[in-house]
């Protein structure tokens, strides 16, 4: 991959989310940073000024339509993902979208689905996959360093100041909730830990303005696995994960949004803990590096799209356990 080559990018609104992509839009090597959009036109001059952003449109359409642009990025409320990533993908624009893909996974596989039919490549924002610490990690237990994974606990929450039915994040009809919003990442965690899917789920909780804003949850996984997580925006801030084999422990601080020194800790039956660590690396960088990469290879990112439709899946089934207070098969 040559540095002096760039995906041309637009933006689909000026989400807040941005701001935190900001630093990542600027250091990646394979950026160009071609257009902003936002309904408001203001809002959208002011974002390229602040960005660098080469143009600005007043609608999201008139993005699409500009040549200029290779890919855009869709930081939507979760309810609009799918709808512009399908006119996205019809004007030819490759995509990556924030997490969760769609608040369905019926909605996800559609989105698969037409973006490959129409040769683009669409990725969601997870970033935890391409950070070099998680490759690292995945060979470690793929050499069976803690031997058969038994166990994965994990958890993201964090506080949110006031539980406001004006805010997008609490409103049903925009795909809100905890369990779409963070609650997405420990379960991608436990199905990439354990390498397999769930057959069984069970969730309980707290909800407010029609969508959940404390959940606890458990998976079960064919061979007796056993994963266990809670989400929620009403605990401070908990972003780990743990995962515990026939030998031993990996344990994994801040797992969805490391520190630029990026540590883990592996304890084997008996030892005294091993820190290890990787310094250096943002895994902003390295997902709009992978995504570029994957754009002129012609081929899926990796992960590729199919993942979000697995996660979502069973998303999809912790809701249903929620709704009929039981356990349920996903």
């Not at 893909?101 to 596989?109: H, I, N, R």
Request: charged share 25%; proline share 7%; hydrophobic share 40%.
């Amino acid at each position: 991959m040559s540095a002096a080559r760039q995906l041309r990018w637009g933006v689909l609104g000026v989400a807040r989310i941005c701001n935190r992509l900001k630093p990542a839009l600027h250091a990646a090597k394979t950026v160009k940073l071609q257009a902003i959009a936002s309904r408001c036109p203001d809002k959208s001059r002011a974002a390229a000024n602040d960005f660098g952003f080469a143009t600005s449109y007043a609608s999201y359409e008139n993005l699409l339509d500009d040549p200029n642009v290779d890919a855009v990025y869709v930081p939507l409320p979760n309810s609009l993902h799918g709808v512009w990533a399908k006119k996205a993908a019809d004007r030819g624009k490759h995509v990556l979208c924030e997490k969760p893909l769609c608040p369905s996974a019926d909605e996800a596989a559609e989105v698969v689905a037409h973006c490959r039919a129409r040769r683009v490549r669409l990725m969601d924002g997870f970033m935890w996959p391409h950070h070099p610490r998680t490759r690292r990690i995945r060979e470690m237990l793929d050499d069976g360093v803690i031997g058969k994974v038994q166990r994965v606990t994990a958890a993201f929450t964090f506080k949110m100041e006031a539980l406001s039915a004006a805010n997008i994040r609490l409103q049903p009809a925009m795909g809100g909730g905890s369990l779409l919003d963070v609650g997405c990442y420990p379960v991608y965690g436990m199905r990439w830990a354990f390498g397999a899917e769930p057959v069984r789920a069970y969730a309980r909780a707290r909800l407010f303005n029609g969508v959940d804003v404390e959940m606890s949850g458990c998976l079960i996984f064919p061979d007796g696995g056993v994963g266990a997580f809670d989400c929620g925006f009403t605990l401070p801030y908990r972003p780990w994960m743990e995962i515990v084999g026939t030998k031993g422990s990996i344990r994994i601080p801040r797992m969805w949004l490391p520190h630029a020194k990026a540590t883990w800790e592996v304890e084997l039956n008996g030892e005294s803990p091993v820190e290890h660590s990787i310094d250096g690396h943002c895994q902003m960088v390295h997902m709009l590096d992978d995504f570029a990469a994957a754009v002129w290879d012609g081929r899926d990112p990796d992960p590729p799209p199919d993942e979000a439709v697995k996660t979502l899946r069973v998303l999809d089934a912790l809701a249903r356990s929620v709704q009929e207070g039981q356990e349920v098969a996903v």
